[in-house]
């Protein structure tokens, strides 16, 4: 019964350098997110994957990239890592009810990725 | 884009008392959630909202979908230190992927 599994769970970078978060989801949810919380600011989308093979932009994705390697797994990856980029980042899945009723269902999320940029 | 105000940003009750959270927003949406957040945890989902005037119960938890599609409100009855926690509003449009989560509304129970 894992839902979403993120890794790993903290992180330290120096400053330029890249690293990968992997994110799996074992429920055949089709859509999958990543987002970042900061202090008083919520949660932010970064990049979505509305369904295996397609990825977009959300309200904050420079800086970042991703990959929908499949249907279970999305990576969210940091080319160059900024003291800016330091935050917990949430990766997501949900399904689809169908345009009539709403669009995606709720998400499930993981439990979180720790990464301080130095 | 669009925002959501949430408030209030914290509140410290006692432990048997009710509680009521709400959020606002400046544009409409067609869904709104309300989540938990529990340290060093995800948020996880708690109410779900799909028609405006909606108002849907999950134990101590009513949630209700503003007339205006502009508000959502969340109250918790008789609340217990376990509630302790950040409560998010999130809304998101008919066929949208983008949902929209406001700051949050941190909780305190005392015992």
């Known amino acids: 019964n894992a839902g979403v599994t993120q890794t790993p769970k903290f992180q330290v970078l120096k400053t330029g350098q890249s690293m990968t978060l992997q994110c799996a989801q074992d429920m055949n949810h089709n859509s999958m997110y990543w987002y970042r919380q900061d202090p008083g600011m919520g949660l932010r989308l970064i990049y979505y994957?509305?369904?295996?093979?397609?990825?977009d932009k959300g309200e904050v994705p420079n800086g970042y990239n991703v990959s929908r390697l499949n249907k279970r797994e999305f990576s969210l990856r940091l080319e160059s890592a900024a003291p800016s980029q330091t935050s917990v980042y949430f990766c997501?899945?949900?399904?689809?009810?169908?345009?009539?009723?709403?669009?995606?269902?709720?998400?499930?999320f993981g439990s979180g990725t720790r990464l301080t940029v130095v | 884009g669009q925002q959501l105000n949430q408030s209030p940003q914290s509140m410290f009750i006692q432990e048997g008392e009710d509680v009521s959270m709400n959020c606002t927003s400046s544009s409409i949406f067609n869904t709104w959630l309300w989540y938990k957040q529990e340290p060093g945890e995800g948020p996880v989902l708690l109410i779900a909202l799909y028609k405006a005037g909606e108002l849907t119960s999950n134990g101590r938890l009513t949630a209700q979908f503003g007339i205006t599609r502009k508000d959502s409100f969340l109250n918790i009855s008789a609340s217990i230190p376990s509630d302790v926690g950040i409560y998010f509003c999130?809304?998101?449009?008919?066929?949208?992927?983008?949902?929209?989560f406001g700051a949050g509304t941190r909780l305190f129970v005392k015992a």
């Open positions: 997501a899945s949900s399904e689809w009810r169908g345009t009539a009723t709403g669009g995606a269902d709720g998400y499930t």
């Open positions: 994957s509305a369904s295996e093979g397609t990825t």
């Open positions: 999130a809304g998101r449009n008919t066929g949208g992927f983008k949902t929209i």
